[in-house]
């Protein structure tokens, strides 16, 4: 029962579902990585991507009208502007004030806000489930052997794949990417050296939301069904993510949201369903036991 | 001078103190409670019990109301949730109602079982099929829903019926899901189908894609499902993904239109689930009737039997009222007693001494390639 095809199928569940928890877990980091805050309202921005996508494609009819492949590339283009810049008011309205108040006060702050946009999102789009349409992405399916692989799933998986390694690149090889690296390891030290830390600060709160959004359109296109309180588990999973990779190190919050789509999914498949929970939060406490920092801590001169 | 301002502040203290006991409601004017998920998972079941209910109260007052008092509705939101379900039924309480129809879920309705029974007041739960909330010796609970053991039998008589061997039990650890789940897989052992699975999923999660595989890999021949319609759309959608055929057989809380936009209708073509009849197939003629109006006034159709069993409740607690008064330990004898033969919505109404409903009221249904329930 429990062969090859099966763990390979496995395998390429737990891949798909850890991609997304990557996408949304770099949103996490990158925010933590400079201002050293958890931002709680990420899953929202994540659930608000979601909701602009249903909107885009289903509501105002994109999908009908263009064709669904040219739908979904303009709908993936205007998530990502629109979620960036519900990430950057934010920002504004919620963090930037309170820059120089108590880090307790932040986070209290961010709460807020995510219960905020949590009620909002309900309010604007209603408490029931949402549904994509099952007839957006064709159902055509790879076969090799008994191993079954759909396209909708290669798609998703390289799609955070290549928003992954284009943030990557952007991270290490503009000067950019050297301003936020510089700001994450000292806000003051980056000031002196002619760097707008503020402005770093805006950039990490659009590109963030952008990749959480993006995800949430991700999800919406992937299983079809939405709702107004997705952000929280998916939220949830991916902060451990975070974690799990070394909050604040970018590779290791793809690393980490890969890992534990994999646990999960080994776990549901090896044990019981029922338990995945529990034991993907036990092998979360051992790393954590071990290694206090995550999988790729943040060590200064490496991070981001 | 000032004792007689003393004696003055004793009586307005008095007064103050004695006038809110007892109802508070007008002379013509009986109230009634609706709880139900306006919000949360099940929104859709809990905004057509409230549209139904206030379509049938709106009937009912513009003939006359009961006895010449007008009937008004309390709506409370229980959000599907055991401890929002709690507040809403102390909510209730204070206004002041005689009885209360709802709820949906079957773990929300426990939780305000027992708040109801102390304060007094009539509980008609109209979705909660799981069996220990009656029995329990709570005189004034009554539901217009059948049991999860009904269920669970008319359930697994068909898998034998559609000539199904080898099972995969499927259910998502709520009260209800688990209950009908076991109850199900006992009658199976019984009557000699063999189980080749049985887990759980986490409603929510999305991704059911490692269960399935996991269910492939045991080889069933059919899958029943015991939880509810947006986790059955998901697994429909994701079974075809992964090309794996083979039928799944629900319970009733999977008998919701949504299902088929969930899981798109080429992948839920073929999905059968046992549930009390749907408004449309309810031979009655109040049925046709609220059909009639609801289409006019909301353009579609109660998007499951589940509100519609909310305005049966609703019916038989003014049939009480009409009878004995609105007292709510007199009508809950009379609808034990009293009520023989109501024709309501889904057809004949009566309860026995536990507040059950009598006779069978479950029937199979299958979603045609068009994405239509069709009575089989």
């Known amino acids: 029962m429990y062969d090859l095809n099966f763990f390979l199928q496995q395998l390429s569940n737990g891949l798909t579902r850890g991609s997304i928890y990557a996408l949304i877990a770099l949103g996490y980091t990158m925010v933590y990585g400079v201002m050293k805050l958890i931002n709680f309202a990420h899953g929202e921005l994540f659930t608000l991507g979601a909701f602009f996508g249903y909107t885009l494609l289903v509501s105002l009819g994109l999908a009908g009208s263009l064709g669904p492949p040219m739908a979904i590339g303009i709908s993936m283009i205007m998530v990502l502007g629109l979620v960036a810049l519900a990430g950057h008011l934010l920002e504004r309205v919620a963090y930037r004030p309170l820059r120089h108040s108590d880090r307790l006060a932040a986070v209290v702050s961010a709460l807020g806000a995510s219960i905020f946009l949590q009620n909002a999102i309900m309010l604007k789009w209603g408490a029931q489930y949402r549904a994509y349409g099952a007839d957006l992405l064709p159902n055509v399916v790879f076969r090799i052997g008994d191993f079954n692989l759909p396209l909708v799933r290669l798609l998703v998986f390289a799609a955070a794949i290549v928003v992954m390694a284009f943030l990557h690149a952007f991270i290490h090889r503009t000067r950019l990417g050297l301003a936020i690296r510089a700001s994450a390891i000292d806000q003051g030290a980056a000031k002196l050296m002619g760097i707008d830390v503020r402005k770093v600060i805006a950039l990490v709160f659009v590109i963030g939301p952008a990749l959480g959004g993006l995800a949430g359109l991700l999800v919406g296109l992937y299983y079809g069904q939405i709702n107004y309180n997705m952000g929280q588990i998916y939220g949830l999973k991916a902060f451990t993510a975070a974690i799990i990779g070394g909050i604040g190190n970018i590779t290791g919050a793809m690393v980490g949201g890969l890992l534990l789509g994999l646990l999960e999914a080994l776990g549901e498949g090896y044990v019981s369903v029922a338990w995945k929970d529990a034991l993907t939060f036990v092998v979360l406490i051992m790393i954590l036991v071990f290694r206090p920092t995550g999988l790729l801590p943040e060590r200064v001169a490496e991070k981001l | ?376």
């Open chain 2, 1 to 376: 001078m000032r004792k007689f301002l003393c004696l003055c502040l004793c009586l307005t203290a008095c007064l103050f103190l004695l006038s809110p006991i007892g109802p508070a409601q007008a002379a013509d004017q009986i109230k009634f409670g609706l709880m139900g998920p306006i919000t949360g998972d099940w929104a859709s079941e809990g905004q057509g019990m409230q549209r139904v209910v206030e379509l049938l109260a709106e009937e009912i007052n513009a003939a006359g109301g009961i006895n010449g008092a007008q009937v008004v509705i309390e709506v409370a939101d229980d959000g599907g949730a055991p401890r929002t379900a709690a507040m809403a039924a102390r909510k209730l309480l204070t206004s002041s109602v005689v009885a209360v129809v709802g709820t949906y879920g079957s773990s929300v309705t426990e939780a305000t079982q027992d708040i109801y029974d102390e304060g007094g007041v009539i509980q008609i739960a109209t979705g909660s099929t799981k069996i220990s909330l009656t029995g329990k010796g709570l005189t004034k609970f009554f539901r217009t829903c059948p049991r999860d053991d009904e269920q669970g039998r008319v359930l697994a008589n068909n898998v034998k019926g559609l000539g199904f061997t080898k099972v995969a039990l499927v259910h998502d650890n709520t009260s209800y899901s688990k209950g009908l789940a076991d109850e199900t897989r006992e009658i199976l052992k019984n009557i000699g189908v063999s189980e080749v699975y049985y887990d759980s999923i986490v409603p929510n999660d999305r991704d059911y894609t490692v269960s399935l595989t996991k269910i492939k890999a045991a080889n069933p021949d059919v899958i029943v499902f015991t939880g509810y319609y947006p986790e059955a759309g998901l697994l429909l959608r994701q079974k075809r993904e992964l090309g794996f055929d083979v039928p799944i057989i629900g319970g009733d809380a999977t008998n919701n239109s949504s299902i088929v936009e969930i899981a798109g209708k080429e992948a839920a073509d073929g999905y059968l689930f046992v549930s009390p009849p749907a408004l449309p197939d309810m031979k009655s003629e109040s049925a046709a009737k609220l059909m009639a109006t609801y289409r006019q006034k909301y353009d579609s159709l109660p998007s499951s039997v589940w509100a519609v069993l909310a305005g049966d409740a609703f019916l038989v607690l003014v049939e009480a009222a009409k009878a004995v008064g609105p007292d709510p330990a007199k009508m809950s004898d009379w609808l034990k007693t009293g009520l023989k033969g109501f024709e309501g919505l889904s057809g004949s109404i009566a309860f026995d001494e536990n507040g059950d409903r009598v006779g069978e009221v479950y029937r199979l249904y299958k979603i045609s390639p068009e994405g239509e329930f069709v009575l089989q």
